[in-house]
Each structure stands twice: as structure tokens, then as C-alpha cells.
């Protein structure tokens, strides 16, 4: 995280590549006001093209004087695609008019003296483009998490998560539960339809998020019509090896199908998980299943993380793509619980907006990234294209988000679950929901 960005905002914070933009450097307090008619020095280079040439080093210099706002505004044409960093030098007038420096013999030092700020230049087909910050995999008490529905979604809120599925085992409960207490709420949280599907047993785990009904109750309601369905499958698969058996393996293709026949994307999760000391599936299966297509995307964050990064990258290597997403798995939301906390890792999303819709496209179209969040820094994975806006933003703005929506996430948590909202709680929710998306919308500039 760079800490300039508690001293001063940059909008916008995005920019078009290869194309002249404005931006404003405003400070954001009384130590890091700019003095009226003193001239600041400002220095812009792009990150991924300053070293090319050590001889001709593509440094642009400005001088700027503030505006009538205090502002320094700024005029550059940004070349490329990549992060630019931006160094603000402060003159010595300005590190002599320290208050009491006569005093105190002190001037301006460290993160008040120069400050180094950044922005992104984007081309055009992810410029417009927002990032979401989500949960594809977690649980409520209505099955086996210890948190109702009011606290899961809070708690997720507090570290400014976006979207969030619930996904309880064998049930849509929590999560139709979720999405009629929030219809109404006004924070700009996207709740989706989700389940941990175990469907003939669970032996079978299958995240199904974002369809219309519930893969789950699809097989109680009709466990024959299921099995003739499945029955129809393994006609299918006679390319399996043999150490596959393939009737547990049409199951797997079956929820898959019924996810999409739903509208809904089917995950697969935490494929190395440990259970009784071997992985809960078969690594021959977990590989089939990649091979084969079968779901929309893998979780590469939960238990033995390392291994399924692994094998997503050996697999793409042989040309086997698959879109990736990362998730807590929790059962309990708070943030310190040590094994899966709230940010313990999660899914980045890129879309024109936060509807239900455009997260399960950019889910499906690898437009997603898996963010593993325990530990400093944070480890993202997916596209190298993303991976680097994504730093860039888990540094200069998800620091800043995340803050905005705490308190959002703790009204959240003592929503009434037995009636409408007091209109003093529905006021709050809005003013500090309106500061979040206003931030957002400056950071970004074209929301």
C-alpha cells in the first residue's frame, strides 16, 4: 500500500492510453496543502518504459502552480498501457513554512516532503472497466457456518467486498434469504443466488453462483429424471481413463450442465483439499474435469493453494484455459479469524458495472482474478495484463474503498430481519454508501 494516498487524491487515478488527459493532484489535508502562488515540480514516468534507455530516460517534467481549489493540475499524454509514476516535489518555501518550524527545527520530512502518486493508463477495450472485489464461496448458519445471513454480508462489507455468494451446502436458503433482506438496502452490493452442490453425495462439491434456481433441489425434487440424466452422460465419456469411474464423473458433468441451464457458472473449488489426509477428489479427476471444460472457473486460493496454481499453470502451458476465482471457503466472516478471514482471499472481477449479469460474464470470458490475501503483499493470480492493474489498485485504491465501507458493512450486520429498516439506519446506509461510490467514481473518472 502506498501511504501518499491518504495525503493526496488523484483524479483520475484512470486514464486512456496513448491519449492527452487532465489530471488533479488534491491535497487531502492541512500537511499536505499546497502554498498559494509557490511553483511545484512534477515528474512523470511511465514504469514499464523507463529503463529502455538509460541515455534518453522518458521522464516528463512540470512545473505547477496551484489553482483557485489548491489543486495542481496537470496536463500529459500517457503512452501505453501500464502504471506511470508521478513524483511530487515540494520547494524549499514550501518545507520552510513547517508551522512553528522555528521552533521545533523541523521542516516537512518523509511522506510530507515528496510524494510519490500513480495512474494507469488503460487501453480502450478495459478502459471503462471496474474493478469488483467478491466472495464466490462461503457459508451461514443455515448449513454449518456460524454467522447468520445480516453478519456474513456486513462482515464481507467492512472489507469492501462488492458482490458476494452465499453458498450454503445444499440449500439456496441463505442466499434467497440474503438477497430479500438487501433488496432494498441502499449499498451498492451485488448478493447472488449460490449453493455448494453435493449431488449424489457429497462426495461431490460443485459451487453453482449467479443461476435462477437451485442445482440441489433440481436432483431431490427429481432424483429419477437426475439419474436418466446422468445415465445419458456416460454414453458420453468413453474417452475416460479407466481409473476414472465414469458415473461419478457424469455427476460432475451433470451439475455443471444444470448450472448453465439455470444461467448460473459452476466453480470448482478447493480441488486439493485435505481430507482424512489424502485430497478429497482424485487429482486424475480434478485434471479431466480441466481438460474436458466441464466448469467456468477454478478456485486456486483455498487449502494448498500452491498446488493448484500449480496445476493451472502446467495446464495452460498445454493450452487448457480456464478463468480463475479465489474465495475464503468461510464459515466464520470476521476478519481476525486466523484460518479464513473475511479478506482472506477473494475474486477481482473487471465489468462495466456490478450487475449479477456482467460478474458472471466477466467470470466466464477470464475477464477475473484469484487474490490470495494472507499474508503481505497480497498474491494475485491470472492474466498478467490484470495482474498488474490489480496491483496497482490493491496499492492506491482498495485501501481507500475498503475504509469508506466498513461502517456500511457494520450497519449491515444489525439489519432487521423481522421487518423494514428504521428510516435512520436506511439514511445512514445511503450517506455513506454515496461517499464510497463518489470516491470511486473520481478515482476511476468515467463511472
Same mark, same amino acid.
Given at each position: 500500500?502506498?501511504?501518499?494516498?491518504?495525503?493526496?487524491?488523484?483524479?483520475?487515478?484512470?486514464?486512456?492510453?496513448?491519449?492527452?488527459?487532465?489530471?488533479?493532484?488534491?491535497?487531502?489535508?492541512?500537511?499536505?496543502?499546497?502554498?498559494?502562488?509557490?511553483?511545484?515540480?512534477?515528474?512523470?514516468?511511465?514504469?514499464?518504459?523507463?529503463?529502455?534507455?538509460?541515455?534518453?530516460?522518458?521522464?516528463?517534467?512540470?512545473?505547477?502552480?496551484?489553482?483557485?481549489?489548491?489543486?495542481?493540475?496537470?496536463?500529459?499524454?500517457?503512452?501505453?498501457?501500464?502504471?506511470?509514476?508521478?513524483?511530487?516535489?515540494?520547494?524549499?518555501?514550501?518545507?520552510?513554512?513547517?508551522?512553528?518550524?522555528?521552533?521545533?527545527?523541523?521542516?516537512?520530512?518523509?511522506?510530507?516532503?515528496?510524494?510519490?502518486?500513480?495512474?494507469?493508463?488503460?487501453?480502450?477495450?478495459?478502459?471503462?472497466?471496474?474493478?469488483?472485489?467478491?466472495?464466490?464461496?462461503?457459508?451461514?448458519?443455515?448449513?454449518?457456518?456460524?454467522?447468520?445471513?445480516?453478519?456474513?454480508?456486513?462482515?464481507?462489507?467492512?472489507?469492501?467486498?462488492?458482490?458476494?455468494?452465499?453458498?450454503?451446502?445444499?440449500?439456496?436458503?441463505?442466499?434467497?434469504?440474503?438477497?430479500?433482506?438487501?433488496?432494498?438496502?441502499?449499498?451498492?452490493?451485488?448478493?447472488?443466488?449460490?449453493?455448494?452442490?453435493?449431488?449424489?453425495?457429497?462426495?461431490?462439491?460443485?459451487?453453482?453462483?449467479?443461476?435462477?434456481?437451485?442445482?440441489?433441489?433440481?436432483?431431490?425434487?427429481?432424483?429419477?429424471?437426475?439419474?436418466?440424466?446422468?445415465?445419458?452422460?456416460?454414453?458420453?465419456?468413453?474417452?475416460?481413463?479407466?481409473?476414472?469411474?465414469?458415473?461419478?464423473?457424469?455427476?460432475?458433468?451433470?451439475?455443471?450442465?444444470?448450472?448453465?441451464?439455470?444461467?448460473?457458472?459452476?466453480?470448482?473449488?478447493?480441488?486439493?483439499?485435505?481430507?482424512?489426509?489424502?485430497?478429497?477428489?482424485?487429482?486424475?479427476?480434478?485434471?479431466?474435469?480441466?481438460?474436458?471444460?466441464?466448469?467456468?472457473?477454478?478456485?486456486?486460493?483455498?487449502?494448498?493453494?500452491?498446488?493448484?496454481?500449480?496445476?493451472?499453470?502446467?495446464?495452460?502451458?498445454?493450452?487448457?484455459?480456464?478463468?480463475?476465482?479465489?474465495?475464503?471457503?468461510?464459515?466464520?466472516?470476521?476478519?481476525? @479469524?486466523?484460518?479464513? !478471514?473475511? *479478506?482472506?482471499?477473494?475474486? +477481482?472481477?473487471?465489468?462495466?458495472? $456490478? =450487475? /449479477?449479469?456482467?460478474?458472471?460474464?466477466?467470470?466466464?470470458?477470464?475477464?477475473?482474478?484469484?487474490?490470495?490475501?494472507?499474508?503481505?503483499?497480497?498474491?494475485?493470480?491470472?492474466?498478467?495484463?490484470?495482474?498488474?492493474?490489480?496491483?496497482?489498485?490493491?496499492?492506491?485504491?482498495?485501501?481507500?474503498?475498503?475504509?469508506?465501507?466498513?461502517?456500511?458493512?457494520?450497519?449491515?450486520?444489525?439489519?432487521?430481519? @423481522?421487518?423494514?429498516? !428504521?428510516? *435512520?439506519?436506511?439514511?445512514? +446506509?445511503?450517506?455513506?454508501?454515496? $461517499? =464510497? /461510490?463518489?470516491?470511486?467514481?473520481?478515482?476511476?473518472?468515467?463511472?
Amino acid at each position: 500500500m502506498n501511504r501518499q494516498i491518504f495525503n493526496y487524491a488523484v483524479y483520475p487515478s484512470i486514464v486512456p492510453a496513448d491519449t492527452e488527459s487532465v489530471i488533479t493532484i488534491h491535497p487531502l489535508g492541512e500537511n499536505a496543502q499546497f502554498i498559494p502562488g509557490v511553483t511545484y515540480t512534477v515528474e512523470i514516468r511511465g514504469v514499464e518504459t523507463f529503463c529502455a534507455d538509460y541515455a534518453h530516460l522518458p521522464v516528463t517534467w512540470y512545473n505547477a502552480i496551484p489553482n483557485e481549489a489548491g489543486d495542481l493540475v496537470i496536463r500529459h499524454h500517457f503512452v501505453g498501457e501500464q502504471r506511470h509514476a508521478i513524483l511530487l516535489k515540494r520547494p524549499q518555501e514550501d518545507l520552510d513554512a513547517t508551522p512553528y518550524r522555528e521552533i521545533t527545527n523541523r521542516g516537512k520530512f518523509h511522506e510530507n516532503k515528496d510524494a510519490l502518486l500513480c495512474v494507469y493508463s488503460l487501453q480502450a477495450d478495459l478502459y471503462g472497466m471496474r474493478a469488483f472485489k467478491g466472495e464466490v464461496h462461503c457459508h451461514t448458519y443455515e448449513s454449518d457456518g456460524v454467522q447468520d445471513v445480516c453478519h456474513t454480508v456486513g462482515n464481507y462489507r467492512t472489507a469492501g467486498y462488492d458482490f458476494l455468494a452465499i453458498t450454503d451446502h445444499y440449500i439456496t436458503m441463505g442466499a434467497e434469504k440474503a438477497k430479500r433482506l438487501f433488496d432494498r438496502a441502499p449499498v451498492d452490493m451485488t448478493l447472488l443466488l449460490g449453493e455448494e452442490c453435493h449431488v449424489p453425495t457429497e462426495q461431490i462439491h460443485i459451487v453453482h453462483m449467479g443461476g435462477r434456481e437451485s442445482v440441489n433441489a433440481c436432483f431431490r425434487n427429481d432424483k429419477e429424471k437426475a439419474a436418466a440424466e446422468v445415465a445419458a452422460i456416460e454414453k458420453e465419456l468413453d474417452h475416460l481413463p479407466e481409473s476414472i469411474n465414469k458415473n461419478d464423473y457424469a455427476w460432475r458433468v451433470w451439475v455443471a450442465r444444470k448450472a448453465h441451464e439455470f444461467g448460473g457458472i459452476a466453480i470448482l473449488t478447493h480441488p486439493h483439499w485435505i481430507w482424512f489426509d489424502v485430497y478429497f477428489m482424485a487429482s486424475a479427476i480434478t485434471r479431466q474435469l480441466l481438460l474436458d471444460g466441464v466448469y467456468d472457473a477454478l478456485d486456486i486460493t483455498d487449502q494448498e493453494a500452491d498446488t493448484t496454481v500449480a496445476l493451472w499453470s502446467e495446464m495452460r502451458a498445454q493450452g487448457v484455459t480456464i478463468p480463475v476465482v479465489g474465495c475464503t471457503d468461510s464459515h466464520f466472516t470476521n476478519a481476525d @479469524d486466523p484460518k479464513r !478471514p473475511a *479478506r482472506g482471499g477473494y475474486t +477481482l472481477v473487471f465489468a462495466p458495472d $456490478r =450487475s /449479477e449479469g456482467e460478474i458472471l460474464q466477466a467470470i466466464r470470458e477470464g475477464r477475473s482474478l484469484a487474490v490470495n490475501a494472507v499474508g503481505d503483499p497480497e498474491r494475485i493470480q491470472g492474466p498478467y495484463r490484470l495482474v498488474k492493474l490489480a496491483r496497482f489498485l490493491l496499492d492506491h485504491y482498495y485501501p481507500v474503498y475498503m475504509r469508506l465501507c466498513h461502517n456500511q458493512g457494520v450497519l449491515l450486520s444489525e439489519y432487521p430481519v @423481522d421487518g423494514p429498516a !428504521p428510516e *435512520r439506519l436506511e439514511n445512514l +446506509l445511503a450517506a455513506l454508501n454515496e $461517499r =464510497s /461510490e463518489a470516491f470511486a467514481r473520481d478515482f476511476y473518472g468515467y463511472l
